[in-house]
Nanobody
Framework: QVQLVESGGGLVQPGGSLRLSCAAS????????MGWYRQAPGKQRELVAD???????NYAESVKGRFTVSRDNAKNTVYLQMNSLKPEDTAVYYC???????????????WGQGTQVTVSS
């Protein structure tokens, strides 16, 4: 069984910063990609940022220049550093991972339970 455990969400004022973490645990042979999605009330879930096994990041246009995604392969962990936060960043943030549990087995997709980020004065 694979689990994704998220941490770092909370309340912050506009212009502030938060750092989200997501650690994958369980039977893991290889993690191909990890990333972050978010969903605000009344809106579709959207990709915020992801990062492949080669370490190349990808960002939504709305967060470019403000957010940074990174990963620590030794810890099976992905991070999202969020700076210059705006009220429109308020959402539930979900961790996602595409991984293999065993060699020669198909890749599978996993989700975390979500963590609330609220930006308000």
């Amino acid at each position: 069984q694979v689990q994704l455990v998220e941490s770092g969400g909370g309340l912050v004022q506009p212009g502030g910063s938060l750092r989200l973490s997501c650690a994958a645990s369980g039977s893991i042979f290889r993690i191909n990609a990890m990333g972050w999605y978010r969903q605000a009330p009344g809106k579709q879930r959207e990709l915020v940022a992801d990062i492949g096994s080669d370490g190349v990041p990808n960002y939504a246009e709305s967060v470019k220049g403000r957010f940074t995604v990174s990963r620590d392969n030794a810890k099976n962990t992905v991070y999202l550093q969020m700076n210059s936060l705006k009220p429109e960043d308020t959402a539930v943030y979900y961790c996602n991972a595409d991984l293999q549990e065993r060699i020669l087995r198909p890749r599978r997709n996993y989700w975390g339970q979500g963590t609330q980020v609220t930006v308000s004065s």
